[in-house]
Nanobody
Framework: QVQLVESGGGLVQSGGSLRLSCTAS????????MAWYRQAPDKQRELVAA???????NYADSVKGRFTISRDNDKNTVYLQMNSLKPEDTAVYYC????????????WGQGTQVTVSS
């Protein structure tokens, strides 16, 4: 089994920054693909950023140029650096993991709240 624990959420003013962290256990972290999703009220959960086990990244258009996903395999941790935050970024952010490129993300963290005030 895989356990994912997020941290780093909080309240920030528009234009500010936060860094989210997700630490994994119960897996060989270096072979897993990782992602950050978010879900706002009355919206579907959406993919924000993803990073493969080889380090390839992709981003939602809405966060491109503002957010950066990275991983530290020595620490079993994936990060989401969020800059120039906007009120529309307010959501619960979830860390997710999968072992194979063809699979769905099947392990999820508990979520961490990010609130951006105007």
């Amino acid at each position: 089994q895989v356990q994912l624990v997020e941290s780093g959420g909080g309240l920030v003013q528009s234009g500010g920054s936060l860094r989210l962290s997700c630490t994994a256990s119960g897996c060989i972290f270096s072979i897993n693909d990782m992602a950050w999703y978010r879900q706002a009220p009355d919206k579907q959960r959406e993919l924000v950023a993803a990073i493969t086990h080889t380090g390839r990244t992709n981003y939602a258009d809405s966060v491109k140029g503002r957010f950066t996903i990275s991983r530290d395999n020595d620490k079993n941790t994936v990060y989401l650096q969020m800059n120039s935050l906007k009120p529309e970024d307010t959501a619960v952010y979830y860390c997710a993991s999968k072992k194979f490129f063809w699979s769905n993300y099947d392990s999820w963290g508990q979520g961490t709240q990010v609130t951006v005030s105007s």
